[in-house]
């Protein structure tokens, strides 16, 4: 007999507790719908390439997306779930169509600067034998002034001049790579191989590539050479492969030598059979000897 009342009590308690729990969430009121809203945009789901490092919360960037989002939105309480469903889905379109303005793309490159300046290593060891391993450098995407293009999205913008001394065409510069990969070899001295990898959406390289330095005859010996490979192809064959003498990039940093140069035969381990061919004169001339 006490069944049907401990029920409807059940039933009335926990309907008090989730009209209490909505009360709390703040959503009766346009402040906190607001509130609401900028946590909701804080999802990597909307950021550039899904990831949480690019998700922009700069004040000055998403309130006036907010007050776009609002504007034809009736915020009068108490607000409906479907007027709650409506802004969240209005606040993302206004951010997406935001960061592909000037504001926006200006405050996505700060974000890609500072990822940029923050890799994330990671050790493999060698199937091969236990006892050398290989170090990882992400550094995300290739940093720089960025553009909107209609029909592929967010790109990198290789064309301007302030920057020229970080690109090399349609790819990150020689100096850049060969920079980055020094400062890495320093500080892994007992790493078999130490590789950069980054996005350059659609650069001649592909969206996403790798440099690696390898060291040849570790730990005797201090010479080696760097591979250039495209990483979102299908295969990851060396596309460009040049001599490194004594670890020492300064050839390459001031621009004496380039990265995008096929030195294999020079350099001693030609990628694959049928590309060991006899070097041309002018690509003599290009690559670092022994």
């Not at 040849?216 to 490979?229: M, T």
């Amino acid at each position: 007999m006490w069944i049907k009342p401990i029920r409807r009590a059940t039933f009335l308690l926990a309907c008090s507790f989730a009209l209490a729990c909505h009360t709390a969430s703040g959503v009766h009121h346009a402040n906190d719908l607001r509130t609401m809203l900028r946590e909701h945009l804080k999802n990597p789901e909307f950021s550039l390439d899904r990831k949480p490092e690019y998700v922009v919360t700069d004040p000055a960037f998403i309130e006036p997306i907010l007050d776009q989002a609002l504007k034809y939105i009736d915020t009068s309480p108490p607000l409906s779930a479907e007027t709650l469903g409506k802004a969240k889905a209005s606040a993302v379109t206004y951010y997406r169509l935001g960061l592909a303005k000037p504001e926006g793309l200006k405050a996505l490159q700060v974000r890609i600067a500072e990822r940029f300046a923050r890799p994330i290593v990671t050790r493999r060891a060698s199937p091969e034998n236990p006892e050398k391993h290989a170090i990882d450098l992400d550094f995300g995407w290739m940093k720089g002034p960025l553009t909107a293009n209609t029909r592929y999205g967010i790109e990198i913008d290789a064309t301007r001049t302030e920057y020229a001394q970080d690109f090399e065409g349609r790819a990150p510069s020689t100096a850049l790579l060969a920079g980055l990969l020094s400062e890495a070899v320093r500080a892994y001295p007992d790493a078999d191989r130490v590789s950069v990898n980054m996005t350059f959406p659609r650069s001649r390289m592909g969206t996403q590539f790798r440099a690696t330095y390898i060291r040849a005859g570790f730990p005797q010996s201090r010479n080696g050479w760097v591979l250039l490979q495209s990483i979102s192809s299908p295969t990851t064959l060396p596309m460009f492969q040049v001599r490194i003498n004594n670890e020492d990039f300064s050839p390459y940093r001031d621009g004496r030598y380039s990265f995008y140069v096929d030195c294999a035969p020079m350099a001693g381990a030609a990628r694959i059979p049928q590309t060991s061919v006899a070097l041309t004169e002018s690509q003599r001339k290009q690559c670092l000897s022994f």
